[in-house]
């Protein structure tokens, strides 16, 4: 009996200490994640979580920092990231609160992120619509 009971405590002790991935470039924890929703179909407009980004490199291949207008594009929405239905280097018009900005798609934002409608923004974007400290932000945004 005892030997069961400390085989059971040494299992949870190993399940409790397992990592869980993170994206340190993500602001905002997986807990605060909300469904984002879908494009009004008349009006070609997105609702979604953003977030911020410190990443150098995108899965674009584009050269870019964060003082760029730039986002990453949720997976489900990004598409292949070549040919005529690549994403990459399109641009977005994001809105909050009143201001709008257009940004760069440079990246793909993974699904364990970034749900459909979500949007991650460089720093400097983020800025735009906010401090960084908010860490998420309920956007509008279209393609343009």
């Not at 905002?28 to 070609?44: A, D, E, F, Q």
């Amino acid at each position: 009996m005892f030997k069961s009971i400390l085989l059971l405590a040494v299992l949870c002790a190993f399940v409790l200490a397992a990592p869980v991935a993170t994206r340190s470039s993500t602001a905002v924890s997986l807990s605060k994640r909300r469904t984002s929703s879908s494009p009004s179909p008349s009006s070609g407009k997105y609702r979604g979580r953003g977030t911020w980004f410190s990443d150098d490199s995108g899965s674009c291949e584009i050269d870019f920092d964060q003082s760029d207008m730039i986002v990453a594009m949720n997976e489900d929405q990004m598409g292949a990231l070549s040919g005529s239905g690549s994403k990459c280097g399109q641009k977005v018009r994001v809105s909050y609160k009143g201001k709008s900005q257009v940004l760069t798609i440079v990246d793909t934002c993974p699904s364990q992120y970034c749900d459909k409608g979500d949007l991650d923004l460089s720093q400097a974007a983020f800025k735009k619509f906010a401090d960084m400290d908010v860490g998420e932000l309920e956007l509008e945004w279209s393609f343009v």
